[in-house]
T-cell receptor, first 118, second 114 residues
């Protein structure tokens, strides 16, 4: 079963609009971390935002915020006032706690290709 | 500037040949990782290392080998046993193994078969 599911392979959004990128996750751990990364066409992975499973407040970093709904196992990324430079692949990733049973790296979803139109 | 340097940017491998991808970091991070990315896919973990002289297999370690002789360096060798090596390879590092530690990535190496 997929541990990280991103259901939107691609999205087109008008410049200056807000956009929500969906991410659902699956884990039996109580302690875990959720991350969003941006990958421009050049290939590097840029860390955007982090949400811990015990954090009561939704994380925010500038124009990025994370809509964390723990009971639904959902961690959607919201980009406010989108810009042309936001066009890229966006990946949701999870790191499980000590009892996760998996490897110690991040588990990634397949990504969403976001295109901002002028 | 602190960061992660991967080299080369592009690499070509002949059949039956081993090739080594370089990853160097000057962030003083303890943990380092190698991921593979195939077209249209997310990243998959190959190997990781939490400390010098120690490393662990990830989800897709077969056909790959690593070493961690220095804190700053974590080279990846793609061996001839890896039958489908064409992919984009990304190296990452983080302060430690805490779940709140983001991983910081290099610019990647694109490997192709000749």
């Amino acid at each position: 079963a997929q541990k990280i599911t991103q259901t939107q392979p691609g999205m087109f959004v008008q410049e200056k609009e807000a956009v929500t990128l969906d991410c659902t996750y699956d884990t039996s751990d109580q302690s875990y971390g959720l991350f969003w990364y941006k990958q421009p066409s050049s290939g590097e992975m840029i860390f955007l935002i982090y949400q811990g499973s015990y954090d009561e407040q939704n994380a925010t970093e500038g124009r990025y915020s994370l809509n964390f709904q723990k009971a639904r196992k959902s961690a959607n990324l919201v980009i406010s006032a989108s810009q042309l430079g936001d066009s890229a692949m966006y990946f949701c990733a999870m790191r499980e706690g000590e009892t996760g049973g998996g490897a110690d790296g991040l588990t990634f979803g397949k990504g969403t290709h976001l295109i901002i139109q002028p | 500037d602190g960061g992660i340097t991967q080299s080369p940017k592009y690499l070509f491998r002949k059949e039956g040949q081993n090739v080594t991808l370089s990853c160097e970091q000057n962030l003083n991070h303890d943990a380092m990782y190698w991921y593979r990315q195939d077209p249209g896919q997310g990243l998959r973990l190959i190997y990781y290392s939490q400390i010098v002289n120690d490393f662990q297999k990830g989800d897709i370690a077969e056909g790959y080998s690593v070493s961690r002789e220095k804190k700053e360096s974590f080279p990846l060798t793609v061996t001839s046993a890896q039958k489908n090596p064409t992919a984009f390879y990304l190296c990452a590092s983080s302060w430690g193994r805490g779940i709140n530690q983001p991983q910081h990535f290099g610019d990647g190496t694109r490997l192709s078969i000749l």
